[in-house]
């Protein structure tokens, strides 16, 4: 509770600008409900242009198929049309929101809108990648842009149930279903396509992959995972709290009927859970988006509490300016190990890369991050511009940032 309470306290960027809480529900995967930093530019920022508000569909058809929530109502998603140059165009952004692991933390799960269409804002702002103004998303604006929503728990994978606590694991189910209401309203005409997720979604937009692409074979198909690469290692007590988190998921949901069977043939399936073992078989074009500190990782994987009882790293994890020369030389060896585990994935021609030296986590849905006037940039490039010189084959992008402190261009995220 006290992290809840943290966040509501306040959350900052080190560039002094305060932003509002919205929805960060990555950060306590297990109490589902967070906060999310809305970019500087969002709705409440002062003197900020108003987002595009966005309505919330429910797909009726889900039904049938057996595609529900937790807690059995039927999933959603938002979209706006492209138009012009884009009308043939798709852009398909699956929610991240953490993971519930336990029958516990789904119960409290399906009591909110990452567990239940009850719960889900009726309109979203869509903003960064999702944005329709060509001064904010200059090569996605006028696609098809669609949002949709997350309640399964486990990165839209689960096809399972448990019928005595009342929970339904159907998120492989509703991924499908999504896809289907989409092709009738359109996409099947899409001449290009860019399946992208942030965090728990970003996972999720590298298991479906290669499914999407199968879906439009005649479409030029790439796929863009944002903050969704999330590192099997060790916390700083030594255990490995993740893969803790993650065997639970897998277990709980019986993942291991669904998991790529490219990875599951020999490894195990909690392993297969990590995109580090699955990254080397995707056939599709895929661009890898995250920060070499991610800010999530070292909060929940890194340095929870229960891997310092003691609270040693607890300044750390808040603010990267309080972190000791110790602690840092701890995070320089977590972005190698990061760096490491992409070095077979980056050597084909057709992937993408950008990892920036950065203390944040989902770059791509907020407006400061993904493209303003002082957005995190490698060589001088920031994220959304790499995106689209690497999708549209205007050049390729393996772009690496040098290591902390040097980037001075990073919207580093501080709490409060």
Known sequence: MGKLLMCFLGVIFVVSKIVDCYEFEEFFYNKTEGVFLESMNGASAAGAPTPLMVGLTIIHGAASTGAVCLDGTLPGYHIHRGYGSGAYSWLIQLEGGGWCNSVRSCVYRKKTRRGSSNYMEKQIPFTGILSNKAEENPDFYNWNRVKVRYCDGASFTGDSEDKVAGLQFRGKRIYQAAMDELMS??????????????????????????DFSNLLPHTKVKCLSDAGLFMDTIDVSGGRSIRNLFGGVVKLQGLQKTLPRTCTNHLDATSCFFPQNLIGNIRTPLFLLNAAYDSWQLQESLAPHTADPQGLWHECTLNNERCSPSQIQFLQGFRIHMLNSVKRF???????????????????????????????????????????????????????????????????????
């Open 185 to 210: 309203k359109g996409m099947r005409y899409a001449n290009q396509a860019l399946l992208s997720g942030c965090s728990a979604g970003g996972l999720a937009s590298i298991m479906h992959c290669d």
């Open 346 to 416: 980056a050597a084909s021609r057709q992937n993408g890369l950008f990892i920036n030296s950065c203390f944040a986590h989902c770059q791509t849905e907020r407006q400061d991050t993904w493209f303003s006037d002082n957005s995190p940039m490698i060589n001088n490039k920031p994220i959304a511009l790499a995106v689209g010189d690497w999708y549209f084959d205007r050049s390729g992008v393996k772009a690496i940032d040098c290591a902390y402190p040097c980037d001075r261009t990073c919207h580093n995220l501080v709490f409060k």
